[in-house]
Every structure is written in structure tokens, then in C-alpha cells.
């Protein structure tokens, strides 16, 4: 992935990991051996990962952080492009041939779905291989594992199920994710979600507000909804919330000071939301809203169900907004037959949006999908060059626009201390990243204004405003 905006926080030390204090209930949990979990992919598969480990605990495993201390091996795969899918493939063969005492090994996630049992014939030394939408069966399977079975398998997809866990093993002490739909009804024509995650299900209002509640009992201020398409949110419940119900709903927890959401899709994405970030200032004001491609052919040939046109209405009704609304997207370059003019309606449409900060991909063919078999493929090299030109018009969009923002005064939520004295960093609500100096100790976790002194295409520089 090329990311033109540096959301990480890189040189920075976050705060102490995995602070949320576990249940009384993994005292009285049998000690079953220790486990070791990698993620790869997006941050669906980070929080599913949370929850897995959670799952884990519960059941008296203990985590460890490397793959030599422990008896149980997952790795929770991503299969979106082949490269991130290649990955996985690297680690299980690191196993081939290795003496000792065997270890348990697992696939999760979008891989295991995608291959299934293929993954048994092409790394026998796997014993699981479990899709998402089968993790709410991820304690039955376990049991199979732990009674002797060599070969355990969860691969259905026509589950009607989220995957609700009564403990999440949560990896970042300041923004809690809590999935609000799974799955994806949509039906791009480049994307393996629908096949790796199944359709899509929303999670009923109540339990979410609940789980919400203990987030905010916990001490979480800040909470990020997530879905592949998270204003799709349909309530299964009598109650019938909105998507736009629903986070108003959550800005009024006591506790919560910010609410995220992502990601969002362009089709299902309604006056009615913006309205709900002018409304609540917990709301927070930045929106992912995937183009993918900027020409009305190219859209119609991914299957994204809006050209254009109906694309920049979206847009024109955030940058209409009483409030300041970030933009960021995901752009995909060389899908089969982009023509050089239709690449250039893409950059003609990130200099009409300006996104704050983009996500781009060369295209890559994955199975199951319908572009896999499309004609025309674009040259590797080709879809290097349109990648290198997209991040150079993304580079200066941002730099304009960042140096734009000296002398503001943002609200920052602290989540990282540099190493260097003095040195903090973290977000605003428009999930900008603000690098800054204060002389108060103790800042992580809490929220400061921030004078912006200066800026870098990736991120703001500023100076605590005592
Ligand atoms: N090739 C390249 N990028 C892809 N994405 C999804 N599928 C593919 C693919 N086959 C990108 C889209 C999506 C993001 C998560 O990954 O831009 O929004
Ligand atoms: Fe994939 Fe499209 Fe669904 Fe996003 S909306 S997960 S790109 S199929």
C-alpha cells in the first residue's frame, strides 16, 4: 500500500499496550499453552485479531509475542491484493523441515477463506483454517483442537452471525474499534470481501450501545466504528437506528469524546450523516469515501454504482457543511483497460476534491473476482508510473494544504510520546496527525489545544498552548 499520509506514528512510543484489565473470569480458566497471533491487513482484521486473542484467553491460553515461545501459531491473513495473500504463504513455509516439539499452527481471516482446505495439501503442518464468518464457532473448533483433532475447519460464509465476544483483548489503550457490520453486500468487480467475509450483517443497536457503555466504563474517550461498508448499517433490531442514529446515539455516552467511523461507501452515503457531525461536536469531522476511480467508464467497470458525477454531489454536499469535513480515499490505479485519459480523470478529480490525504493501489487480480478475467491488462510498469504520478499530485495537494493550517488551533487526543523530551504526538478530530512539543508531563491519553507552527505534506507540527 502507498500511503500518501502518514497516519502512523512513526519514531513515537505509544503508550503501554493491552492496559484494559482483563476479567475476573481468566482466573478460574484452565491453562491450555500460550499462543502467538500476527495480523496482516486492514483494521477490520486488527480488531477481529483483538477479539480472536480475547477468544483465546478466555479459553486459558496466555499470549506470547514470538513464534519460538509459543505452542500455538495464527496468523490472521488479508488476501485484498496478492501480495499482502504471498505473505502468508512465506511464513507457513517457514515451518517446513522444523525439529522439535511441534507446534499448533492456524490460518485466519481472508486467506483461509479464500484456499480452504488447499491450505492442509500446501502446508500439512496447519491444523486450522478458519474464515471470519465462521469465528463465532472459534470455541467449538478450538475444542476439536484441543481433543486431538488434526484438522479443523470453520469455512462456511452463510452466516447470519457477527462475532461477539465476551472479552476482547484490546491493542490500543486510547481508540477502541468495535465492528458495527461484517461482510459486504456490494459487489465490485475487482474486490474479494464478498467472497472472504461473507454477506453483510449488522450487529443490533443495543448491543453495540452496550458494549460501548463498558468501552466508556473502561476508560476509552474515544471509539471507531468499523465496517467494509459502515454506513450500510442496517439494525437487525426492532429499534430500526440509522447509521446516522446510531453515532448520534454513541456522542451521547457519557465518556465518549470522539466518534469514528470507516469505511464509508459513496452510494449509501446520505445527507443525513453529515448532518449528525454539523449536530455533535463528539462526531468526528473526517470522512473515508473511497473513489477508486475518477472516470465514469472505469466506475462502471469496477461495479461501484455511482459515477462521477454522482461522486463530486457527495463531495460538494461535505465541502457545503456548517463544519469543516476531512475527505481521504482509497484510489485504485491501472484497472484492466484504463485508458491514459481516463487516469488522468482521476487526477482531475483529486484536484477538484483535495482530498486530505489518499490511499493508493495498483490493481491486482484476485480470484473469484470478475475483473480477474477482464482484457487489457495494464503493464506492471505502467501501473508503477500512474502510482508514481497519483502520489506526486497527492504530495502536493497535501503540502498546500497543511502549510495552509500554520497558526490554527486544533484539539489533539495525545497517544504517543517521542522519545525525544518534550515530544508528543496524536490526532485531531479531522484524523489529522500533529507532531508537538510541551513542557507538561503525563499528556498521554488526554486531550490538548495545539498551535500548528509549521507542517509537512504527512503531518502538522505544533506547540501546546498552555
Ligand atoms: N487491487 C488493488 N486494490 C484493491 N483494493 C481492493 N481490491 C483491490 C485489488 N484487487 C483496494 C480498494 C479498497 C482498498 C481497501 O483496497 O481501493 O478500497
Ligand atoms: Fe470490496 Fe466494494 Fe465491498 Fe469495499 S464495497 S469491500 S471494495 S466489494
Known amino acids: 500500500m502507498q500511503k500518501a499520509f502518514d497516519i502512523g506514528l512513526d519514531s513515537l512510543v505509544g503508550g503501554e499496550l493491552g492496559s484494559v484489565p482483563e476479567s475476573s473470569f481468566l482466573a478460574n480458566a484452565p491453562q491450555r499453552g500460550t499462543f502467538y497471533l500476527e495480523t496482516f491487513g486492514c483494521q477490520m482484521n486488527e480488531h477481529d485479531s483483538e477479539k480472536v486473542a480475547g477468544v483465546l484467553l478466555s479459553r486459558g491460553y496466555r499470549q506470547v509475542d514470538s513464534v519460538e515461545a509459543a505452542s500455538f501459531v495464527l496468523y490472521n491473513t488479508c488476501s485484498i491484493r496478492e501480495k499482502a495473500a504471498q505473505k502468508v504463504f512465506s511464513r507457513l513455509g517457514e515451518f517446513r523441515g522444523v525439529s522439535g516439539e511441534p507446534k499448533k499452527i492456524g490460518v485466519l481471516g481472508c486467506v483461509a477463506q479464500q484456499e480452504g482446505e488447499k491450505i492442509f495439501h500446501r502446508s500439512p503442518w496447519v491444523s486450522l483454517v478458519c474464515g471470519s464468518a465462521s469465528y463465532s464457532k472459534l470455541p467449538e473448533l478450538l475444542a476439536q483442537l484441543e481433543a486431538g483433532e488434526k484438522r479443523v475447519t470453520g ?19 486510547w481508540r477502541a474499534y468495535l465492528t458495527i457490520i461484517e461482510g459486504c453486500d456490494k459487489a465490485c468487480s475487482y474486490c474479494v470481501v464478498p467472497f472472504t467475509r461473507g454477506p453483510e450483517r449488522s450487529r443490533a443497536s443495543d448491543s453495540i450501545l452496550r458494549e460501548l457503555r463498558q468501552l466508556a466504563e473502561l476508560g476509552y474517550t474515544e471509539v471507531q466504528f468499523l465496517g467494509q461498508t459502515v454506513n450500510s448499517y442496517a439494525d437487525p433490531s426492532s429499534r430500526k437506528m440509522k447509521f446516522s442514529e446510531l453515532l448520534l ?36 469531522n473526517h470522512v473515508h469515501l473511497p473513489v477508486q476511480s475518477g472516470s465514469t467508464r472505469v466506475l462502471r467497470a469496477m461495479q461501484r454504482t455511482y459515477s462521477r458525477e454522482e461522486y463530486l454531489q457527495k463531495i460538494a454536499m461535505m465541502r457545503e457543511a456548517k463544519k469543516q469535513i476531512t475527505i481521504t480515499s482509497d484510489i485504485i490505479v491501472g484497472f484492466p483497460g484504463e485508458t491514459e485519459k481516463e487516469f488522468e480523470e482521476t487526477l482531475s478529480l483529486m484536484e477538484a476534491v483535495k482530498y486530505e490525504s489518499v490511499f493508493s493501489f495498483k490493481y491486482s487480480p484476485r480470484p473469484n473476482t470478475s475483473a480477474q478475467s477482464m482484457p487489457d491488462a495494464i503493464p506492471e510498469e505502467e501501473k508503477s508510473r500512474r502510482l508514481a504520478v497519483l502520489l506526486e499530485l497527492q504530495r502536493k495537494i497535501q503540502s498546500e494544504a497543511n502549510e495552509k493550517l500554520a497558526g490554527n488551533l486544533f484539539d489533539v487526543h495525545v497517544e504517543g510520546k517521542s522519545r525525544k523530551e518534550n515530544q508528543w504526538s496524536g490526532h485531531t478530530s479531522c484524523y489529522r496527525v500533529v507532531n508537538f512539543s510541551s513542557s507538561q508531563p503525563d499528556l498521554l491519553g488526554s486531550y490538548v489545544p495545539v498551535k500548528v507552527t509549521s507542517a509537512t505534506p504527512n503531518c502538522l507540527i505544533g506547540k501546546h498552548e498552555l
Request: net charge negative; glycine share 4%.
Open 155 to 173: 469455512l462456511d460464509t452463510d452466516t447470519d452471525e457477527t462475532f461477539e465476544t465476551e472479552l476482547t483483548r484490546r491493542d490500543n489503550p
Open 249 to 284: 446515539a454513541a456522542a451521547e455516552m457519557p465518556g465518549i469524546r470522539r466518534v469514528r467511523f470507516t469505511t464509508s461507501h459513496p452510494r449509501d452515503f446520505g445527507r443525513d450523516i453529515v448532518e449528525a457531525i454539523e449536530t455533535s461536536d463528539r462526531i468526528c
